[in-house]
């Protein structure tokens, strides 16, 4: 039986040592960490999750700037607030919630944010850094899957690791993370033949897909890490993730639970890019 991964004990600690820091920078620079939130409409999901950023950013004892907008916001108005987030001494970190409403392009909006202040890692410039190994910000999902594997003494280096799912913000920038700590990565998605058999190469498997229990125990290998980056929502309400917990949790070695697994993760990183902008400050 597989030793389940505690996201949201390893997310509290990643939390408290971010808190103990920024009261540091405090006390030592004078600094407050600022995160700038944005959502545009009434996304239901969206509104969570921005609520839960706002309210951890607060508990760290950041200053929190939030900016709700209506859904008939412009592209314009939307980048003229972010510029002015950009030239704005208090702020470190500027998060625009996506996704936005279809008259606004994202790709135009996260050009607009200084990279620096970019805490969600979207910017090509950051992306470019990732994938040249310079530094910058890194997404937040995929940086919390890399937390959760080294405090659970989980080496990569050397490791087969395979990704199910290639997406900007989790796939993508995941398997670039994975090969710089010198793994050897294979990325699959909806095309990929036979992706049992690729997926039971696997010495860590990652499944971010979006799609509910689709990787069954059987395309587990004996003794494999497993870290579930899925949240699915099932018709009588519960919320489950890409893998079939039960089955995989027999061959793992480890296994992330959904919830409570890589979900707390991407706040705690959001926090500790934020922490760090302010530190460079
Ligand atoms: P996405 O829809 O953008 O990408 C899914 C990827 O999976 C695609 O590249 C697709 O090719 C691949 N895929 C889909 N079905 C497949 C199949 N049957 N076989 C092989 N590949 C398949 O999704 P995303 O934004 O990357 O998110 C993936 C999942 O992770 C979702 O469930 C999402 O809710 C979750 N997520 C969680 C967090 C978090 O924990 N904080 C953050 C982001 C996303």
Redesign the pocket.
Known sequence: MAAVIDGNRIAQDVRAEVKAQAIDLKEKKGITPGLAVILVGEDAASKIYVGRKEKAAAEAGFLSREYRLPAETTEDRLREIVAGLNASPEIHGILVQLPLPKQINPDVVIETIDPRKDVDGFHPVNVGGLFTGRPGHRAC?PL?VIELLDRSGIAIEGKEAVI????N???KPLALMLLNRHATVTI???R?KD?GAVARRADILVA????AE?VRGDMVKEGAVVID????RKPDGKLVG?VAFAEAAEKASYITPVPGG??P??IAMLLRNTLNSAKAD
């Open positions: 999902t919390g199910v799912g290639r997406s913000i989790v796939g699959c998605h909806t990929t992706l971010a897909a979006g799609k689709m980056v899925g949240i699915n890409d890589v979900g993760m991407t």
